[in-house]
């Protein structure tokens, strides 16, 4: 089994600044430094949250598969909040999952281009006929 580092809320809360970012999403932990400045929402949502549990704030949110395959390239452990000797929840929807061999990073937009087009036709065919 691969040594996966477990960070304390101590140890999260160690890593609140701009030039080093971690988040807990779901008990996992994120290293989002390196993301600020990319992040579509601005710096300061993830500032705000910086060195804290960020799960409510990033489910109210409703990120999308894309925004949490980001996530799973920035993952550095779990968390455990107060230092506890109990294992993090299962994984949820939060917990990022890889890409499968042979999908893209991609799949969400193709979705969304062909419930679009189903759209489109759909009207076509009511104002055409």
């Not at 409510?56 to 395959?69: I, L, N, P």
């Not at 920035?74 to 993090?88: N, R, T």
């Not at 189903?118 to 065919?125: C, E, K, N, R, S």
């Amino acid at each position: 089994m691969s040594d996966v580092k477990t960070f304390t809320t101590a140890d999260l809360a160690a890593h609140n600044s701009k030039n080093s970012l971690y988040l807990a999403v779901g008990g996992k932990v994120y290293d989002c430094t390196d993301f600020i400045d990319e992040h579509p929402g601005g710096e300061e949502v993830l500032i705000d949250e910086a060195g804290k549990d960020a799960t409510e704030s990033f489910e109210d949110v409703g990120h999308s598969d894309e925004a949490r395959e980001i996530m799973y390239k920035m993952y550095v452990g779990e968390y455990q909040a107060d230092g506890s000797a109990k294992k993090p929840k299962s994984a949820s929807s939060t917990t990022p999952k890889p890409i499968p061999a042979g999908e893209s990073a991609d799949s969400g937009s193709r979705t969304y281009l062909v419930a679009l087009a189903v759209v489109a036709g759909g009207l076509l065919w009511k104002f055409l006929l």
